[in-house]
């Protein structure tokens, strides 16, 4: 397994020391030690764009507590101390990164045009857009407050497009805030065209949907999102069937047979990322699968890369933090527990192909 990555740029002076970026493929960034993700996508290279990615915020926690129903029920506030602690300091990233990228296409145009012994740098450069906000959209896959956080929420542009799940949804229509919010459907295999799910404001090459539990789960806990991307611009009759690759996040763990039907996907989908936690989180029933859980839907999915999220272990008060049991879990642990179990001559081999991530606050990798 590859050692965790290096950290992506907190400022550009530092980037001498940090792998060059790659304005053609994805950022995945921790903005903090539990589960608030920053997935920066390029746009397709034939779109008629300014900025080089589409930037998608995904469970924003930030600040202040956590607390459902009642801090005498559930109060929970982070530990880990983070960099990003204002939706204004993702922004900051954003263009941060997005002046890295452009730095680097040109850099990358102009050696081009020096070994053809071309001499013109295009003025049509992609830079950063005059909008109210680069982040171009929120995703929240859960109703409760340490993934659908009102104070954080509330922070962002109120035009900014916000796709959630249904619960999480009607919270946040309730609050008046934002102009758009549309809930993340089912992506089943009844239908199992991916993109289907594009829905405006989307654009047509990208996709977000939920992987949603077979069995009695009236929360849907156990549940993913399904974000799936081509890099053709492509429309629905024209899209290349090798071409599109998915992210699928699962914060509390998915039983590996409700994911299985992305195999369906048409046009087929290839899993580039999956983000899940390692821990074993229990209040009374299991919450957080772990990482025993985490190895088999690595394996289901086929994921090039596999992140550790949702474990940071916070001081939390009320019912909730009285009864939450934690057990630490880490993947080598992982590992050897299941050698165990399959006994020392069982076959890993199928594991060699995963590159596993264990990121800090604010780290990242350039998904390659």
């Not at 290096?6 to 060059?20: D, G, M, N, Y």
């Not at 997935?39 to 998608?56: F, T």
């Amino acid at each position: 397994m590859n050692s965790p990555s290096s950290q992506l740029q907190h400022e550009l002076s530092t980037a001498a020391s940090l792998p060059p970026p790659n304005p053609k493929r994805p950022l995945l960034t921790h903005l903090n030690a539990d589960t608030s993700w920053l997935l920066q996508i390029p746009w397709p290279s034939e779109a008629d764009k300014e900025r080089i990615y589409y930037n998608i915020l995904i469970d924003p926690w930030f600040q202040g507590p956590q607390i459902d129903y009642g801090s005498w029920f559930s109060e929970q506030w982070h530990n880990t101390p983070t960099n990003i602690k204002t939706i204004q300091d993702v922004e900051d990233l954003i263009q941060r990164n997005e002046a890295a990228a452009t730095a680097a296409l040109r850099e990358n145009r102009l050696g081009a045009e020096a070994s053809t012994g071309a001499t013109h740098l295009s003025t049509t450069e992609k830079h950063e857009a005059n909008a109210a906000s680069p982040i171009d959209l929120i995703v929240i896959s859960h109703e409760f407050r340490d993934h659908c956080h009102r104070d954080t929420l509330q922070e962002a542009n109120k035009d900014i497009p916000v796709f959630a799940t249904n619960k999480a949804l009607k919270t946040i229509q309730a609050w008046s805030h934002f102009t758009l919010v549309e809930e993340i459907t089912p992506f089943t295999t009844n239908q199992p065209d991916w993109r289907s799910h594009s829905t405006p404001p989307l654009p047509s090459w990208l996709s977000i949907s939920r992987l949603e539990p077979s069995f009695l789960d009236l929360i849907s806990f156990h549940s993913a999102l399904l974000i799936t991307f081509s890099p053709s611009n492509a429309t629905a009759s024209t899209a290349k069937p090798s071409s599109a690759e998915a992210v699928i996040y699962t914060p509390h763990g998915i039983v590996p047979s409700d994911v299985a039907h992305i195999h369906n996907a048409s046009p087929p989908l290839q899993t580039l990322a999956l983000v899940h936690g390692l821990n074993d989180v229990k209040l009374g029933s299991q919450l957080n699968l772990g990482a025993h859980n985490g190895l088999k839907v690595v394996r289901e999915v086929g994921a090039r890369y596999w992140f550790r999220t949702h474990d940071e272990r916070k001081t939390a008060y009320g019912v909730v933090g009285r009864l939450l049991k934690y057990k630490n879990v880490s993947f080598d642990e992982a590992v050897e527990r299941e050698k165990q179990e399959k006994g020392e001559g069982s076959d890993l081999d199928d594991l060699q192909g995963v590159r596993f991530e264990d990121l800090g606050v604010g780290e990242g990798v350039v998904l390659e």
